[in-house]
């Protein structure tokens, strides 16, 4: 007679810096799976319409903190071009991805359609580039 026991997967550990360090070392087995082979293709469909309806919801924060709520402005050629109340909205309306337009404001770079991007409040930064 053999005894069999089944590995115990740790689900919760403490690093090397003392941090906790959640299922470190154990593989999901349904990684590289897509909707419709985990789920099927009419509950996969499902998840997606819920998941396009509730992104840019009037409202919704963002997950990664507060500065994709600020009220943002975009200049060219010495002109404002237009007035955005958040970063959300902005990406939605042009279509320019989120994180390139918040990496747009924070860096100060110019996007590829030649706008450059500012938070409104930050007027220090964008004020003289406006042509009166």
């Excluded at 590995?7 to 897509?34: H, Q």
């Excluded at 789920?39 to 996969?44: D, K, M, P, T, V």
């Excluded at 747009?104 to 991007?117: D, P």
């Amino acid at each position: 007679m053999e005894l069999r026991l089944d590995p115990v997967v740790p689900m919760l550990i403490r690093g090397k810096d003392g941090r906790p360090r959640f299922n470190r070392g154990y593989r999901c087995p349904y990684k590289g799976m897509t909707l419709d082979e985990y789920y099927g293709e009419e509950r996969a469909a499902q998840i997606r319409r819920n998941m396009k309806a509730n992104w840019h919801k009037p409202g919704r924060k963002h997950h990664k903190g507060s500065n994709y709520n600020k009220p943002c402005v975009a200049i060219r050629d010495g002109r404002i071009v237009a007035r955005f109340p958040n970063i959300m909205q902005a990406s939605s309306l042009t279509g320019i991805n989120y994180s390139h337009l918040c990496k747009a404001v924070k860096r100060n770079i110019t996007s590829r359609n030649g706008w450059r991007w500012f938070y409104e409040a930050e007027s220090w930064k964008w004020a003289e580039l406006i042509i009166k």
